[in-house]
């Protein structure tokens, strides 16, 4: 968990007030609004060696019947809230903060993004493409991780189009059978990456997107629509197996750099592996999306469906930081 510093607010965030209808009116949000950690720490109601646990004994014993929240779970408050919680309230003497590395993000609606956990490569969002209008052929999918890695497609036949109110009113990047975009070479040691991509498949058995070349053996990184991982040489694979048309949020992450280091995650539930075929890997050549590398180091279009958005870390996340990201996309994309 991410400890307050001292010379910041807390969190980088406000507290977020929804008024009578949700968890702020009993916290009393709108008192804590623009305080620091200096206004905590002169009241000795900050340790900081408790790992970033708040004690606001002094405000919380002001709110209204503060008693009455005392030992309540996240869930208890996700209907007047209107969102997902990911956390536990305390009010017995103290609020407490923790669980998850961006807790007053998701406590508190201040506005989490990928960018707030730490790894960001490579961040492809299809509601980010303003000034695009629906069926428009789509010349670049901008990176907003800051890294400017950039996705593009130089030919107009085939690159991807952009369609309108596709999921929960948010735009996709469509791919047919004949349409994808590379990018410049993400990563050159897999170990320790994880990928999420909100997509929806409309195809059988399709390579949604790929790090790497098929021209040596173990030398791409390919993530499969049917929730398998497969390269030159080798593959993983998982139940229960994608459902078609359905908007989903994937996860896949590598540990090490071997196929069976690799885990799967569907809507934020681990899937089950069911068969591997274990390579060594050894990523070389750039990022597809919409295919993969083949192996005389050509792109070859693949994947028939929709893309809503990707998001690379060269980390391997922690299990908070990871219900972190499937909170966000599965709110953002209504699924």
């Known amino acids: ?29 709108d008192k804590l609004r623009g305080k620091t950690d200096d206004d905590f720490l002169d009241k000795n109601t900050y340790d900081a060696d408790k790992d970033g646990v708040v004690d606001l004994a002094n405000e919380a014993n002001k709110a209204n019947n503060a008693d ?22 305390s009010f017995s003497d103290k609020f407490s903060i923790r669980h998850s590395d961006n807790c007053l993000d ?18 492809y969002v299809a509601d980010s493409l303003t000034g695009s209008e629906n069926g428009d052929r789509l010349y670049t999918w901008d990176d907003l991780s800051g890294n400017g890695l950039h996705a593009t497609q130089s030919v107009n036949s085939i690159q991807p189009f952009y369609v309108t109110d596709q999921q929960n009113g948010l735009p996709v990047v469509s791919f047919t059978a004949d349409d994808y975009f590379t990018a410049d070479n993400l990563i050159d040691d897999i170990s320790n990456t994880t990928i999420f991509i909100v997509n929806r498949p409309l195809d059988v058995s399709t390579v949604i997107m790929s ?21 030159r040489g080798g593959l993983v694979k998982w139940t229960p197996l994608a459902t078609r048309t359905v908007f989903q949020v994937i996860c896949v992450e590598i540990t090490t750099n071997s196929l069976n280091s690799v885990t ?34 050509n792109p070859q279009p693949q994947f028939v469906g929709d893309i809503g958005e990707i998001v690379i870390y060269n980390e391997s996340l922690t299990t908070e930081q990871k219900n972190s990201m499937n909170n966000y996309l599965t709110t953002k994309w209504g699924i």
Do not use: C
């Open 106 to 123: 998701i406590m508190f609606n201040t506005g989490f993004t990928p960018q707030h956990v730490d790894g960001l490569t490579a961040w």
């Open 264 to 297: 799967a995650y569907r809507n934020g539930s681990l899937l089950t592996m069911t068969s591997i075929t274990d390579q060594s890997l050894n990523i070389t050549g750039d990022m597809v999306i919409g295919g993969l590398t083949n192996n005389v180091g």
């Open 211 to 231: 790090i790497g070349s098929r021209e040596s053996w173990g030398g791409s990184f390919e993530v499969v629509d049917t929730y398998a991982v497969s390269t």
């Open 68 to 89: 009455k929240l005392d030992g309540k779970q996240a869930s208890d408050f996700v209907n007047k809230y209107g969102g997902n919680i990911n956390g536990v309230l």
């Open 1 to 29: 968990m991410a400890k307050l510093d001292k010379k910041t607010t807390i969190g980088g965030f406000e507290p977020y007030h929804k008024g009578n209808d949700g968890p702020g009116s009993g916290m009393n949000a």
